[in-house]
Every structure is written in structure tokens, then in C-alpha cells.
């Protein structure tokens, strides 16, 4: 079913162009190569991608991520899911090279409009993690491009994030499982993902942070977390107050080994636009977390 031979696409750049990533000969990263083609059917396009996915790619120093010794049992597209079952084979890889694999697969096969998340399945069982968790639907959200084009060796994180709560003036606990780049240091994972606010998975979690909030760097020295953000964060959404906004931060980095407290810098300096900021550092502040109402 899946081609052999190097994956091209036209000579000469035509058609609509989609991404195909390929994993690293040294099995710690992906790297995504263009791939045009002229195929107007979302099937025909993905029965190429799937090709693209098995052959060889020009770049010699990458793998094709269905090539590394599992085989395709069967395919199944249905209500903008792809499930793709695997040979048991599968689980003779590496955890690192586990996670490139399917990095590789759901970053390319859900730029297809008709395709939202991607599925695993080992001869018809569920795929688990490392940990044995059930791995389930992914999409392209849980495996961060970092540093441009390449995808780098990922770790598992379990996190725990705190938004505000619907009053806007308390904070609510939830953890988050995802995968991210081990070149982003987990203090930054953490910033990003508060701004990316809530996953909607449980009722009552508000975000806490302007979503057009940039981070310009984050950075830990002696115990003391160092969150330089734009303009933007001045900004809280609708209904929350800046207390909880400082302290969703806060509380979330705290809960790392390594940091005592925070230091929240705007443009590399502390804003003056709030009281609160009179504090040059931030501890952990309990006394806001309250729990999602019944």
C-alpha cells in the first residue's frame, strides 16, 4: 500500500504544498520537507502523504517515520478522525523514537482539512505510552515545533496549571499531561500553556492571561523564576483580576523542584500599573485557590 522510493513531489513547485516531516537518522528529532502536489481529493492526498510517510526522503541523514519497522494494518477515516493501526512491531521502538514517530505522523496528516485528530491502535488494541496511558486521539497542539522547522527529542510532562475561576478573583488547580521540546525549558512550557488558557476538558477554568500575550523570556537563576512578558499581559481578559493573573503564574511555576518565587517583568521592567507589582517577588499564594463549584 505505502511507496518505497524517495518522496518528491513535482519538479517544479505546483499545486498545493503540504509539509511532510521525517525523523532524524540519529532518532532525536523531525524535520519537515515540502511536498507539492496536484491532487484535489482529500483521499488522494492523503493515500500520498501515507507514501510520503513510507519512502525514503532526499535528505539522506532522515527516516521515513512508517519505515522503521512496523507495518501498516489498515486505515480508517471517519467524523474528521484517522485511525491507523500498526504491527505489533511498533512497540520495539525507542520511547524517543516512539513519540518522534507519531509527532511525525499527526503533524503531517492533520494539515488535511477533512483530518482533526489522528489515532493508534496496535493490532487493533489502544496504543500506550511510556507510562501506560492510554495515548487516544492526538492533534498537531500536543507536539510543539520548536526552533523553527525542527521538532527535537520530547519528554512527558505533567503539569499542574491554575485559572481563574468564574468570578475572575479565585484560582482553580488543573493538571495537564503533553509532550514538549526538550530544548524549551519546562518554566516557559509552563507560561505558554497559562496563556493558551484552559483546555475545555473541565467546566468552571477561565483563562487568566490576554492570549496575544508574547513571551520575550523566561528564566530561573537562585531558586527565583524570571517572567518577561509584553505589554499585552497589562491586558487580562474579561472578568479576571490582575491578582489572579500574577498568581495563576505564580502558583503554576512554584510547583517546579527548583523555584521559590517569581519575578514578573513586563518589557524587562516592573510595571507600575497596578499595586500589586509593588512586590519585587512573588511566593505561593494558597489563599486564592479555591475548587470548581457543583
Not at 468564574?166 to 484560582?171: A, I, R, S, V
Not at 477554568?205 to 497589562?234: E, M, Q, R, S
Request: with cysteine.
Amino acid at each position: 500500500m505505502l511507496g518505497a522510493s524517495a518522496c518528491v513531489g513535482e519538479e517544479t513547485p505546483e499545486g498545493t504544498e503540504y509539509q511532510v516531516y521525517y525523523i532524524s537518522k540519529s532518532e532525536t528529532k523531525v524535520e519537515m520537507h515540502p511536498y507539492w502536489t496536484q491532487k484535489e481529493s482529500s483521499q488522494a492526498v492523503l493515500r500520498e502523504l501515507m507514501q510520503c510517510l513510507a519512502a525514503t526522503p532526499e535528505k539522506l541523514e532522515y527516516q521515513a517515520p512508517l519505515a522503521m519497522g512496523f507495518n501498516i494494518l489498515k486505515i480508517d477515516l471517519e467524523e474528521s478522525k484517522i485511525t491507523i493501526d500498526v504491527s505489533e512491531a511498533y512497540l520495539n521502538l525507542s520511547v524517543t523514537t516512539e513519540v518522534l514517530v507519531r509527532a511525525a505522523i499527526v503533524r503531517t496528516l492533520t494539515q488535511l482539512p477533512e483530518i482533526d485528530t489522528v489515532e493508534m491502535t496496535v493490532e487493533g488494541k489502544p496504543l500506550v505510552d511510556s507510562m501506560g496511558n492510554v495515548v487516544g486521539r492526538m492533534n498537531a497542539d500536543q507536539f510543539i515545533n520548536n526552533d523553527g522547522n525542527e521538532i527535537n527529542t520530547y519528554e512527558l510532562a505533567r503539569i499542574k496549571l491554575f485559572f481563574a475561576s468564574d468570578e475572575g478573583n479565585m484560582l482553580i488547580a488543573a493538571y495537564r499531561e503533553k509532550h514538549y521540546s526538550s530544548n524549551t525549558p519546562i518554566e516557559r512550557f509552563i507560561v505558554e500553556e497559562l496563556i493558551a488558557g484552559p483546555s475545555g476538558q473541565v467546566e468552571g477554568l477561565h483563562a487568566t492571561i490576554n492570549p496575544n500575550t508574547k513571551i520575550i523570556n523566561v528564566t530561573t537563576k537562585d531558586g527565583i523564576c524570571y517572567v518577561n512578558l509584553d505589554d499585552n499581559f497589562l491586558t487580562v481578559p474579561d472578568n479576571v483580576s490582575m491578582d489572579a493573573a500574577v498568581y495563576s503564574i505564580v502558583n503554576s511555576l512554584v510547583e517546579l523542584s527548583n523555584i521559590n518565587k517569581v519575578q514578573i517583568l513586563v518589557n524587562g521592567e516592573v510595571p507600575t500599573t497596578s499595586a500589586i507589582f509593588q512586590n519585587s517577588t512573588f511566593e505561593r499564594n494558597l489563599d486564592m485557590v479555591t475548587s470548581v463549584k457543583n
